[in-house]
């Protein structure tokens, strides 16, 4: 059974909340709002192309919800991207804090924080081994 990648990762809030990581992953990160199947709570999945990545569901149907920037052991999300000065530029236009790093194999990153606290992290591999 070898595991060959991930499918999505799952972010659970009010109903507040998640219209707020809704808009911010699609107009920030950049996914797209997509089909979701039949389920009995409410909520939303973004897509790259026609992979579901990220899935909204509402916490306990909204009672009880989780306070923002919950400790727990989920520390980011990573996307593969294209165009750094693209994202820097788009990042600075809509006040988004970020930092960049350049990994030992020349990857660069650009690490950012959600609304909810939850790390992203955007990979551009195009400057692998400059």
């Excluded at 109903?15 to 389920?39: E, Q, W």
């Excluded at 593969?80 to 990153?109: F, K």
């Amino acid at each position: 059974m070898p595991v060959t990648e991930i499918n999505h990762i799952n972010l659970r809030a009010n109903r507040a909340m998640m219209d707020v990581l809704r808009d911010f992953y699609c107009d920030i990160v950049g996914l797209k709002i997509g089909p979701r199947t039949a389920t009995t709570s409410y909520g939303f999945w973004l897509y790259i192309g026609d992979n579901d990545v990220v899935h909204i569901a509402e916490y306990n149907k909204g009672v009880g919800a989780p306070d923002l920037h919950v400790n727990g052991t989920y520390d980011h999300v990573s996307f593969t991207c294209t165009d750094m000065p693209a994202t820097e530029a788009h990042l600075t236009a809509h006040q988004v804090p970020y930092t960049t790093r350049v990994l030992m194999n020349g990857v660069r990153q650009v690490n950012f924080k959600d609304p909810a606290g939850n790390g992203i992290e955007l990979n551009f591999e195009e400057y692998r081994n400059l």
